[in-house]
């Protein structure tokens, strides 16, 4: 069962994301907060799998709620949600440890993805938009030196990672196996120091791996 933390300052919109979720197998929305202060108490008190994270809350916006939320030994998955898919706070988002972003508009199916990718450890539930976020935020430099930093594979795997691809795409397309892709991620994570793909994601973008 993913357990799910709404966290929004709209209550029509937590009751659309709870109606939503609730209809669906293995999901359950365990609790609501409607301030950023209310988000962080009520996860570290409830500890949900995942928390939808509004952007813009009273007492304390979902930037730095995410930020104190990751910071947590155990933190939970933090996919954060906007009304706006170019909006300067959710680049922040994703650099203070999200693992993902939604779009209020996206719909029910995306919703839902977005919880189950993010428990699943997917965390570019929407990679057209990620990619447009990136581009616009990341501003990536001419290709810095990334020689010895990681070995040609695992560059392969970072650029498809910055481009939205999920673990069984990048098998596919490196022709490799699903564990294979698992274990690069790994070791890539363990040599940027990144805590998510999103990371990686950015790092590839501000490093010009992708364009």
């Known amino acids: 069962m993913i357990r799910v933390l709404l966290a929004d300052d709209q209550e029509m919109v937590r009751t659309g994301f709870r109606l939503i979720l609730s209809a669906e197998d293995g999901i359950e929305v365990v609790g609501e907060a409607g301030t950023g ?20 809350m009273p007492e304390l916006d979902g930037l730095e709620a995410t930020r104190l939320l990751t910071a947590d030994a155990e933190p939970p998955r933090i996919v954060v949600v906007t009304t706006f898919d170019l909006d300067e706070y959710v680049y922040g988002a994703l650099r203070a440890g999200a693992c993902g972003f939604l779009l209020k ?3 029910p199916r995306l919703l839902v993805e977005a ?3 993010a428990a ?6 929407s990679p057209a938009v990620t990619v447009r976020l990136l581009e ?19 560059l392969d795997v970072v650029r498809s990672v910055a481009r939205g691809r999920t673990n069984a795409e990048i ?3 490196l022709f490799v196996s699903l564990s294979t892709v698992k274990t690069h991620l790994t070791n890539v994570q363990h040599k940027l120091d990144a805590r998510n793909r999103t990371e990686i994601a950015v790092w590839a973008w501000e490093h010009g791996q992708v364009r």
Do not use: K, N
Request: proline share 7%.
């Open 37 to 56: 202060v209310d988000a962080v108490a009520r996860s570290r008190d409830l500890r949900p799998d995942v928390v939808l994270m509004d952007i813009r």
């Open 115 to 117: 919880v189950r990718a």
């Open 171 to 173: 098998a596919a397309e």
């Open 105 to 107: 508009d996206a719909g």
């Open 120 to 125: 699943a450890g997917e965390a570019l539930v």
């Open 136 to 154: 616009h935020f990341a501003e990536p430099t001419r290709p810095a030196s990334v020689d010895g930093v990681l070995s040609p594979r695992e």
